[in-house]
């Protein structure tokens, strides 16, 4: 109930300490925060849920997204790097990985990423586009121009 959410937190701790796996109720939890813009509280939140599931995809990955919302983006990728430990080769994270890189202005690294992206999945043109952002970010539209190409050449309707 959003006009008594302090009750709720309240709640969510008690319960937290009598149900036998509260890992929903915290998402739950963490969702909410995130939704009225409470990314701080979020990230308590997920960091709890790891404590309890350090092998916890979902909850890794959730950290990075915030991580991400809130500009932490060393953080973020670090939590992808978490992420990636438990499932290697997870294409959503590494995907998310590249946007971190990208959001960052770290574009040498995002294109690594994209690269590795590329790789792994089906959707080879959306790897390329995104490639090819990084160049045109890096002022070297010759290799945009070839990675545009390219996702052209897979998705000519693109």
Not at 92 to 102: E, H, N, Q, T
Not at 107 to 115: D, G, M, N, S, T
């Given at each position: 109930?959003?006009?008594?959410?302090?009750?709720?937190?309240?709640?969510?701790?008690k319960?937290g300490?009598?149900?036998?796996?509260?890992?929903?109720?915290?998402?739950?939890?963490?969702?909410?925060?995130e939704?009225?813009?409470?990314y701080?509280?979020?990230?308590i939140?997920?960091n709890?849920?790891i404590?309890?599931?350090?092998?916890?995809?979902?909850?890794?990955?959730?950290?990075?997204?915030?991580?991400?919302?809130?500009?932490?983006?060393?953080?973020?990728?670090?939590a992808?790097?978490?992420?990636?430990?438990?499932?290697?080769?997870e294409?959503?994270i590494?995907?998310?990985k590249?946007?971190?890189?990208?959001?960052?202005g770290?574009?040498?690294k995002?294109i690594?990423?994209?690269?590795?992206?590329?790789s792994?999945?089906?959707?080879?043109?959306?790897?390329?586009?995104?490639i090819?952002e990084?160049y045109v970010?890096?002022?070297?539209?010759?290799?945009?121009?070839?990675?545009?190409h390219?996702a052209?050449d897979i998705?000519?309707?693109?």
């Amino acid at each position: 109930d959003y006009d008594c959410f302090d009750e709720l937190v309240e709640f969510v701790e008690k319960a937290g300490k009598v149900l036998s796996d509260s890992r929903e109720l915290f998402r739950e939890m963490a969702a909410i925060c995130e939704e009225r813009s409470e990314y701080e509280r979020s990230v308590i939140i997920y960091n709890k849920l790891i404590d309890k599931d350090p092998y916890s995809l979902q909850d890794w990955f959730s950290l990075a997204k915030v991580e991400a919302l809130l500009k932490h983006y060393d953080k973020a990728v670090e939590a992808c790097d978490f992420a990636l430990a438990v499932k290697e080769n997870e294409e959503s994270i590494i995907s998310f990985k590249g946007y971190c890189y990208y959001d960052s202005g770290q574009y040498e690294k995002a294109i690594e990423q994209f690269l590795e992206y590329e790789s792994i999945t089906k959707e080879k043109s959306v790897a390329y586009e995104l490639i090819g952002e990084c160049y045109v970010k890096l002022d070297d539209n010759n290799n945009a121009l070839k990675f545009f190409h390219k996702a052209l050449d897979i998705e000519p309707s693109n």
